[in-house]
């Protein structure tokens, strides 16, 4: 049997069944049968033996017995015990590349609806990004286009005043800064004079509930009057400089740089004028109670002796409160100073908003009238000035053309000027060589002609005739240079004269 086979399981104990082979034909083999578990137990097969089917068997018995009627009385065997099962192989753990390919493939199959929706909201969150971003770069190029328009206009002159409005500006915006820088510094030393004037309000009350006099001093009343007085123009001071009118926003028609440095003066000086906190008023109040305070104090009944003079200690504490509130006056006169430097600012602001006007007019009457001067142009007479032109452009092309062609013929002419000079030069060597070599050979025959003619004297002896053919050969062979020299010469002449005819000279 192969390893994975089936094999046939044995009963389990309670669950025989009888099957017809093993039916008894006599009804006492029927109750043999059923008082078969009162008989003794069988011994057992041992466990190495498996069952057969109850076919095999039954013919086994059928094959067994001699007569069908002489049947015994089948006694029912007790259950066996049962054979243990056989498990099949357990399957192999699987490998670290098996699991990761089943995770993955479980995990491609699944999509967590959060992560879905987690997703959709950030892919919504990025279109939203993305058009703003498109908005914001829709917004650049338009003011890029706006201050490529005026610089245009600037350097082509149109704008004739820019400098002078830029230094006005950059002048302006010094004191805008200056201006700041004193509002703050006058709005600390507002504070501590505040502070310190509480001190002494809070001091001078203390000071009157411990001497209780029955009378105020008139020296000490007049000047806590006159204190009063100055707290409540500096209270008014502080109001005025809150309720400022800010200066005129700026025209959309003009220059973008300018418009922002218009822009950020404004922002100082709204800045310059939100300087003196808005409790500063408050603050005088307390002190304007404190004070009443005092004052009620000093006209109460006193139930103590009346001092016949005031506490030196308490007319030196309000001297200096006295010349305290002199420099709070003094600081009150800076800030009115600053509220005119302000207000003077606002309306060097509305004259610029009416120079921003002025040359956006300028500049809109300029385009009226190159419209007006392009309208006025006759297009006809354009048209042919343009056609002229063309034709002009055309006609200087081809000259163009022809210059450059007789440039190169020009070159090439040069070169060849130059090969012929240095043949004319090689020639006139040469014939210099042949006629040196000519001269010598004439002066050599002078010289022998001289000793012939000597020879011939008389009272000489006669010339042998082998220096007369000596003669004659050496003159055959001068006659024979000469006639060669002079073919090659024609023939050099010849070929120059046959490139000179076609032109390659």
Request: net charge negative; proline share 8%.
């Amino acid at each position: 049997m192969g390893l994975f086979s089936k094999k046939p399981k044995p009963p389990k104990p309670g669950t025989h069944k009888v099957k017809p082979a093993e039916a008894s034909d006599v009804p006492a083999a029927a109750s043999a049968v059923v008082a078969a578990p009162s008989a003794p137990a069988a011994p057992a097969a041992p466990p190495a033996q498996r069952p057969e089917s109850g076919r095999n068997e039954a013919a086994r018995q059928d094959a067994s017995r001699p007569e069908a009627g002489r049947r015994e009385p089948q006694r029912k065997e007790p259950n066996r015990a049962p054979q243990p099962r056989r498990e099949p192989p357990k399957r192999p753990a699987p490998t670290k590349a098996e699991e990761k390919a089943a995770a993955k493939k479980a995990r491609k199959f699944h999509i967590d609806p959060a992560d879905y929706l987690a997703m959709r909201a950030e892919v919504a969150d990025l279109r939203a990004r993305l058009e703003a971003s498109e908005q914001a770069k829709a917004i650049v190029e338009s003011r890029l286009a706006a201050l490529d328009a005026t610089t245009t206009a600037i350097s082509a002159g149109s704008l004739g005043g820019g400098d002078d409005v830029r230094n006005r500006l950059a002048s302006l915006e010094s004191q805008i800064v200056t201006l700041a820088d004193t509002a703050e510094a006058a709005n600390a030393a507002a504070e501590a004079a505040a502070a310190k004037a509480a001190t002494a309000a809070t001091v001078a009350s203390e000071a009157a509930v411990v001497t209780q006099p029955a009378e105020a001093d008139p020296e000490l009343a007049a000047r806590l009057a006159d204190l009063e007085a100055r707290l409540a123009e500096q209270a008014e001071v502080a109001a005025a400089l809150a309720a400022m009118p800010a200066p005129p926003p700026a025209s959309p028609e003009t220059d973008p740089a300018l418009a922002a440095r218009l822009d950020e003066l404004a922002a100082q000086v709204h800045a310059a004028a939100a300087v003196t906190p808005p409790d500063h008023t408050q603050r005088l109040g307390e002190i304007e109670a404190r004070l009443a305070q005092v004052a009620a104090a000093q006209a109460a009944p006193s139930l103590a002796p009346i001092a016949a003079d005031p506490d030196p200690e308490l007319v030196a504490r309000v001297d200096a409160l006295a010349a305290r509130v002199e420099h709070v006056d003094t600081l009150a006169g800076q800030l009115s100073q600053l509220n005119a430097r302000v207000t003077a600012q606002a309306e060097l602001g509305h004259q610029l908003s009416t120079l921003r006007d002025r040359l956006t007019e300028l500049q809109n009457e300029q385009s009226d009238r190159r419209a007006a001067a392009l309208a006025a142009t006759d297009d006809a007479d354009l048209r042919d000035r343009v056609n002229a032109l063309a034709d002009r452009l055309a006609a200087n092309d081809a000259l163009m053309g022809q210059l450059a062609q007789l440039a190169e013929r020009m070159a090439a002419n040069d070169n060849a000027v130059r090969q012929h000079s240095e043949q004319v030069a090689a020639l006139e060597q040469r014939l210099d060589s042949v006629a040196t070599e000519l001269a010598n050979q004439i002066s050599e025959l002078g010289r022998d002609i001289d000793g012939l003619a000597e020879v011939g004297t008389p009272g000489t002896p006669g010339v042998s005739d082998t220096v007369i053919d000596h003669l004659r050969t050496a003159q055959v062979k001068l006659a024979n240079e000469q006639a060669r020299y002079e073919i090659a010469f024609r023939e050099d002449l010849a070929a120059l004269a046959e490139r000179v005819r076609r032109g390659t000279i």
